[in-house]
């Protein structure tokens, strides 16, 4: 029995309270709620607009969608992510391009962008893996010389900081997901962050039916909307959100001084980049003693949780097998047979971190 679980959401009485609020109030779609979310996480993140949405996911369409990514396109996307980063092109009509990452990061090799460059690129979506920022400057001066928008796909890393600044406010648009393990949730949805006035107004019609005014439909768009009850426990959970990050950062500080194994690598960290740790993510490499699923087991068997993100490169998946690939991403391959996620979550407890280090060192 898993006593130690990958991820926990943590909620607690006062979001009980605000959507028993918003339950009361009779307003359960756009309300007050969703608008008082997004003027405070654009607050949060120094931008100017926030549009919340039903998913990380609708985040990501609607941001490729409004930026004009259309059929004919093509999006370069890091292979190793989680698969709503390449889908969201291919939701546009448009061909998500996949390149390399980092070995050390996880995330989008700006080398590799570059390489990927060509005629029909018009944007690059750039992956927070696992709450740690994406070498960002590069990757944007790439952008700014070929014209191509820069989306950040932040689903996992609310908070993080590069060069001392929120991610968020960095590309065209910002994409946030609030799935119930990340790093804060209102249950499912998301929220797009950007400085471009005209741009987020685009996207607020997109996410509504494409309506400019009540039926009236100016473009062809989704009922992407978050509702208020969403929007209420986003409040909440922001405001949890700083306290939830440091329970994180100080449990993965916990796991690095007290790990040391032959063949298991413990996350690296960038210069001048703040990691929230969404996920602690060690490599089990050939010069570990047992092979990553027995690894697994021997924790299961101790009560400890772990998951592998992520087991297959997205350019792997069956959908995209069809599909030329320009290289063969080794390091993403290499890292799919890799990595292990080990429980880091707020609700993890001294006690929890004791355990799961002690029987990481004593488990061969």
């Known amino acids: 029995m898993i ?8 909620t607690g009485e006062e979001e009980s ?9 009779g307003m359960l779609a756009q309300g007050p709620a969703v608008a008082q979310f997004e003027g405070q996480f654009a607050h949060y993140c120094d931008v100017k607009n926030a549009i919340a949405v039903n998913s990380g996911t609708a985040a990501l369409h609607a941001s490729l969608a409004c930026a004009g990514v259309k059929a004919g396109d093509q999006v370069i996307v890091p292979t190793f992510s989680f698969f709503a980063t390449a889908s969201c092109v291919s939701m546009c009509g448009a061909t998500p391009v996949f390149v390399d990452v980092d070995p050390h990061t996880f995330n ?3 080398e590799c962008v570059a390489e990927a460059v060509a005629k029909k690129t018009k944007a690059v979506i750039g992956v927070h893996l696992f709450g740690q920022p994406f070498d960002i400057k590069p990757v944007l001066d790439i952008c700014d010389d070929h014209n191509l928008a820069l989306i950040e796909d932040a689903a996992q890393a609310h908070g993080a900081q590069y060069r001392g600044k929120k991610v968020g406010g960095f590309g065209k648009a910002s994409c946030f997901s609030f799935y119930p393990t990340k790093n804060m949730t209102t249950g499912e949805g998301g929220i797009i962050t950007t400085d471009d006035d005209a741009y987020a107004a685009m996207m607020r019609k ?3 039916h494409g309506q400019s005014e009540k039926y009236r439909h100016t473009m062809i768009g989704y009922n992407y909307r978050l509702n208020d009850i969403g929007g209420a426990i ?3 959970q922001l405001k949890k959100l700083p306290a939830f990050n440091a329970l994180r950062s100080s449990h993965a500080a916990y796991l690095d001084s007290h790990i040391s194994k032959k063949g298991l690598i ?4 960038m210069p001048d980049a703040t990691h929230v ?7 089990i490499t050939p010069d570990f003693p047992m092979k990553r699923g027995e690894f697994m087991t021997s924790l299961a068997e101790h009560g400890i949780g772990t998951a592998v993100h992520y087991p297959i490169p ?10 030329e690939i320009s290289t063969s991403c080794p390091v993403a391959k290499r890292l799919c047979d890799e990595v292990l996620s080990l429980p880091v979550h707020p609700n993890v407890t001294e006690p929890m971190l004791e355990k799961i280090c002690t029987t990481i060192q004593g488990v061969i």
């Open 266 to 269: 413990t996350p690296y960290r």
């Open 277 to 283: 740790y969404h996920q602690y993510v060690i490599r």
């Open 206 to 208: 997109f996410i509504n």
């Open 234 to 236: 986003g409040c909440e």
């Open 17 to 25: 309270r605000v959507v028993s609020e918003v339950i009361r109030f």
């Open 108 to 110: 989008i090799n700006p």
């Open 3 to 10: 006593t130690i679980p990958i991820a926990s959401p943590e």
């Open 314 to 323: 997205i350019h792997k998946q069956p959908v995209y097998l069809d599909q």
